[in-house]
């Protein structure tokens, strides 16, 4: 049977990685993840694949042009586009059967068409946390998931990030005390500020309708200086009698004074009255974070607090906070500059137990289990071939340990322990080759 | 702003969880997980939409009927329905930078159109393994496949399972020496034998043209009884000639004598010649794995040789083996026959910290974070409410410990740590609490 060759191929925009790679990203995922866990929070997975009429109930925007909807049979679909809205849905349906504050932790792949650029995917994971009330939920978790950032940056091995927080009462309270109607696009041009610039950004400000004057106001208030401490006086002295300002600014300073106990350094904690973030269910607190020392990848993890998470699905009040870490973004950002050394690191593998020939493969096979067994994570060369191609395997995929098997270590009940970084080779039996792997 | 309700609801044959069953789910697939990555298997993970051309490159059969296939711009789309094709174009597509034999694993969720009935999920997670060889594969990679069975299902706790092996070559030599032509059609009713029945099987083997005499020595054939080795010789005493019987034999023989090297006892490991998969492109080995306590499930983990694995997308010659788990199948059947039993197993957080009132807030943070820093999962509860209230959401999630705090214990720098399941209560400074709850 001959066969017509279709050349091998994925869709532009989708990422997949070789192996190497993909382990460097699971790396990743497991310790926000691990994280994640470690603060309480629970696991659930949603279909991919929901009703367009529960994906698209909000509607309008740039949501329904990105999304992926198709039909089947009577069912008209459409495949998630982040994890927000599934989680709204999830609430809404479970509310009964759930504990609150239910805090969820969802890692998973959602998808929006977006035009094909270079570190823009169209299947990319999300990996989020949600504390989601019933009714009420106290301003301190707020306060808590700084120190979830905060944790997940640390253990990813980072040191020099900022968490950058404000709250959106403040920018919107103040906007009113300017007498402004259209806040939402204000906080639309703020949210890019850093991007276009100080000149766009009047330009568009000034188009929305503002005066000059406005906005000099607005440009000076974003772009208070100095600690956490001072940007906090600089509000109270504002001396703004908005209702709305006034319990932004309660909030935010409950907010800092505790995130200080939660554990998060000073320095890695920054009130910023720039960050607005351009979705409009943000209501109260939101957070950014950014990698000081990859300036380029902008926000790594963002969120805030809403007031109402399923307004669409339920009449249920839901108020809650969370945050999203866009990690095939992360992952993609982050190999582009060379943060990953993929090397023995790389590999999962710790040990190829590689058999001279096959007389031996017995004695092999047997040392190979008794190794897994005591949890080394060991594979075996099975293939009848040259040892320089069995050595030249552990060498390509950067497995560090190869134990060596011959006749002479058979009479011998021993083996040859292969440093593959060093070169080094030493003869041992089971429990000194188990010890001069298990590093 | 009044929305309309849209009911929170998900598209039938979708499995979606509560935390508790999805805590089951994970503990799952995190075994799988890490039983294959401690034979040496390697991570991949695909996209879930591909190139329609790709997936049906071979095409035909339920697969077509059953695919959600659409359109996306110019782009003809299509959910994958398996991890094998796309294993396929990934090593057809990136053979020149992997090394070979290629070990990789693959958890991931496939989307099947199936007919809608209970237990059957049009998105389910399988769990996949293959070693691909580039032109040669040594048939002891068919060996150790079933002692990566083996380890599997007795991490995951099962003791009495049974793996099944046969081996296609076998089979249809044997067709071919009773002068069988369409060999493929015998194979797939004796694949449902056991479901079907005798009767009918004899009865469509009847229809499908061969004569009482043949389809006699078939059923003796493939219900030959006794211990492997009896098999073995009674398959060499039928002394037939043709070579694809007698090569089948020979690696049924080499298989099953290092299936025991590689460490699978006795009872788990069981030669059955009605194993066929029906599966066309098997050519060698076939596995099927059955858990003997609830024969309902039917069979948990199957997979085989084959001879090529690439031929829509490559000329190089791909042979491989490997199996597959469909894990969202495997954890509903175990749900129905009462597997989990949904206690304190079932919650990752060990601890929650409880603050008496608001007051005391700021110690509770502190304690936390000391527990958390030494490894233990701890959440703190931050809602300002009644302490029956706090306590009821420890029990309602299952979390084994509860540690109190009020003023007396700071007074005391000492906390009240509860054991949820017993009730016992007792006082205890941060390195008790911890001896305490860390068992």
Request: charged share 25%; hydrophobic share 35%; aromatic share 10%.
């Amino acid at each position: 049977m001959k066969n017509e060759i279709v050349k091998p191929s994925i869709l532009p925009g989708f990422m997949e990685l070789l192996p190497a790679d993909q382990i460097e990203f699971n790396k990743l995922a497991d310790t926000i993840r691990k994280t994640y866990e470690s603060f309480g929070f629970m696991p659930i997975d949603t279909p991919v694949i929901e009703k367009s009429e529960i994906l698209l109930a909000k509607g309008g925007g740039e949501t329904e042009k990105q999304i992926y909807r198709f039909s089947k049979g009577s069912n008209d679909l459409s495949l998630r586009f982040d994890l927000t809205v599934p989680l709204a849905r999830y609430v809404a349906q479970n509310s009964n059967s759930l504990t609150f504050p239910f805090r969820r932790y969802q890692i998973g792949k959602v998808y929006r068409g977006e035009r094909n650029q270079k570190g823009r995917f169209r299947e990319f994971y999300q990996c989020d946390i949600d504390i989601v009330g019933s009714n009420n939920l106290s301003i301190l978790n707020d306060a808590e998931i700084p120190s979830i950032i905060y944790s997940i940056f640390n253990n990813l091995g980072f040191e020099d990030f900022t968490i950058k927080i404000n709250n959106r009462k403040i920018l919107n309270g103040f906007f009113e005390s300017l007498g402004i109607e259209d806040k939402s696009d204000v906080l639309r041009i703020i949210d890019k500020i850093d991007k276009i610039g100080v000149v766009i950004a009047t330009q568009e400000l000034l188009t929305s309708g503002l005066s000059k004057g406005v906005i000099d106001n607005i440009l000076e208030f974003i772009n208070a200086r100095g600690s956490n401490e001072d940007i906090l006086l600089f509000l109270k002295n504002l001396d703004i009698s908005n209702s709305t300002f006034k319990d932004g600014l309660c909030e935010l300073s409950t907010v800092s004074k505790y995130v200080k106990l939660f554990g998060v350094p000073d320095k890695n904690f920054k009130i910023d009255l720039k960050i607005s973030r351009g979705l409009d269910y943000y209501t109260g607190t939101v957070y950014e974070t950014f990698l000081n020392e990859y300036p380029s990848i902008g926000s790594v993890c963002s969120g805030g607090r809403y007031d109402n998470l399923a307004e669409y699905y339920t009449k249920q009040k839901l108020p809650g906070v969370g945050i999203s870490i866009g990690l095939t973004r992360l992952f993609y950002q982050l190999n582009e500059v060379g943060f990953f050394k993929n090397d023995t690191n790389s590999c999962i593998t710790k040990v190829l137990v590689i058999p001279f020939d096959n007389n031996v493969i017995d004695y092999a096979i047997s040392f190979a289990k008794s190794l897994r067994d005591k949890g080394i994570v060991t594979e075996i060369y099975l293939e009848d071939t040259k040892i320089v191609k069995k050595l030249g395997y552990a060498n390509k995929l950067g497995i560090p340990y190869t134990i060596l098997i011959g006749d002479e270590e058979i009479q011998n009940k021993t083996v040859k322990v292969k440093n593959m970084v060093t070169g080094n080779q030493e003869t041992a039996n089971l429990d000194e080759a188990y010890k001069m792997v298990n590093i």
